[in-house]
């Protein structure tokens, strides 16, 4: 179904602009642009408990926050690949004539950042963002054009570790919000097995992200698409047969069979099976040998989040990429990292009914009974806020009855009454929304 503005249904604007001056004032689009969210309170509330999860895991596998500008030089994203992140480039001639894109993904930022940090950062690099991406996509499919993405990586760690611990940190994730393995698995694979069927076939290095962004669409599009494109890119039809039987590969033994025992693709998924066994993930886990992804610039394991009832796209995604500083002209260095988004997850939350209950939540409403008393009550207000109190201050003369609408409306605890004859006495009145239950309280009191 063609995505909605926003999650609560993309309706637009409540309020109807009153008569405009002169009245040729045309009325606004109050929407969105096509493919994009607003995020009222809400839809926000929800927002900022998702991505709070995000950086608490983050933070509890010891990653720090960085964040680069959503607007970046075309350049870092104009690989040749074939991708669909390059073809839906939301790019651009910025008024000083530079080619400019809005970030599809945030990987070659990072990659960016890193190599400007140069020696200055001490390895490993352990980084997380949560940023939005955008594509530019014919709204023909009436997709989203932005999403935002939470992203881990690590650099400067060519062992398996990095990636057990990335997809530990993922299962942390899910764990913190209610998802367990019988909701989603992890498919993983390694494009070594890629890499070491082409290297039987000799074909040149410069090919092997074409071929992978091809086999990535094997479930997408049909499977003599998939050969034709491949030979068109110079395979012979054995390498493109060899190919495809080994995608089909349904265990590491039958890999073993296949391709050897001596392979890296081997050794290195064996590692992070017994990895995930010896921490504790490896029920979160199953080989896959279709696994791809999408991105032209992996180069060893790959792995998807995927839900196991198969109704959504991938949860998220990531895997090992040891020659994408190269591209940027700079020294290879050891890279692993994913990618999370935001719509998913939802979608699969609402599936489980999972969704939290995220109400406004206010400790105190504080209002002046009379119009001469508003003072007074921005003073309590603040006499609270400064106890690290949340407050609700009425701002205009009001009856009680709307006061006890807005304390509803706001879910305050506590409603704060500034009188002229409390305030003669030194007191102010205070209410439990709750209980009913109601007292004085000396302003010195006051907590
Ligand atoms: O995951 C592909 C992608 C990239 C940018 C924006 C959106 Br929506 N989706």
Redesign the pocket.
């Known amino acids: 179904p063609a995505e909605t503005n926003s999650t609560t249904g993309g309706r637009s604007g409540a309020l109807t602009p009153g008569p405009s001056v002169g009245g040729d004032v045309q009325k606004i689009d109050v929407n969105p642009p096509k493919g994009t969210r607003d995020f009222p309170p809400e839809d926000m509330r929800l927002r900022n408990w998702l991505f709070n999860h995000f950086k608490e895991v983050s933070w509890l596998y010891g990653f720090e926050e960085v964040d680069y500008p959503v607007l970046e030089s075309e350049a870092l994203f104009t690989r040749k690949a074939g991708e669909e ?1 390059k073809d839906q480039l939301y790019c651009f001639e910025d008024r000083g004539n530079r080619r400019v894109a809005l970030r ?2 945030l990987t070659p930022s990072l990659a960016r950042l890193v190599i400007q940090k140069g020696k200055s950062v001490s390895l490993p690099i352990k980084w997380f963002t949560v940023g939005q ?3 530019y996509e014919r709204m023909t499919r009436g997709r ?4 935002y993405q939470w992203n881990m990586d690590i650099i400067g760690v060519p062992g398996v570790m990095a990636e057990a611990e990335l997809i530990s940190s993922v299962v942390t994730l899910f764990k913190r919000i209610g998802i367990t393995e019988s909701d989603v698995g992890f498919k993983v694979s390694s494009r070594k097995v890629l890499q070491e069927v082409l290297n039987c076939y000799s074909v040149p290095e410069y090919l092997f992200g074409k071929v992978c962004v091809i086999i990535d669409k094997i479930e997408k599009i049909p499977v003599d698409e998939i050969k034709k494109e491949l030979k068109a890119v110079g395979l012979s039809q054995e390498a493109v047969q060899k190919l495809l039987q080994v995608l089909s590969v349904k265990s590491l033994a039958e890999l073993e069979e296949r391709l050897g025992s001596s392979g890296e693709a081997l050794a290195d998924l064996k590692q992070l099976f017994s990895l995930a066994e010896k921490t504790g993930f490896s029920k979160w886990l199953q080989f896959d040998a279709s696994v791809v992804r999408g991105l032209a610039y992996y180069t060893g394991i790959v792995f998807e989040g995927f839900d196991r009832e198969g109704k959504l796209r991938a949860i998220c995604g990531g895997g090992r990429y040891d020659h994408l500083f190269s591209t940027f002209g700079a020294d290879d260095i050891a890279a692993c990292g994913f990618g999370f ?1 935001d719509a998913v997850i939802v979608e699969l939350l609402k599936e489980k009914g999972l969704l939290p209950e995220l109400n406004l939540h206010i400790d105190n409403i504080v209002c002046a009974l009379d119009e001469d008393l508003q003072g007074c009550a921005a003073m309590v207000a603040n006499i609270l806020r400064e106890k690290g109190h949340s407050v609700e201050l009425v701002l205009e003369s009001k009856p009680l009855k709307w006061v006890f609408k807005r304390a509803a409306r706001v879910n305050a605890e506590r409603l704060v009454l500034v009188g002229n004859s409390e305030w003669q006495r030194g007191v102010v009145g205070v209410k439990i929304l709750s209980t009913a239950e109601q007292y004085e309280v000396k302003l010195e009191d006051l907590k």
């Open positions: 992140i599809p993904e991406c955008w594509r989203r054009r932005e999403h988004g």
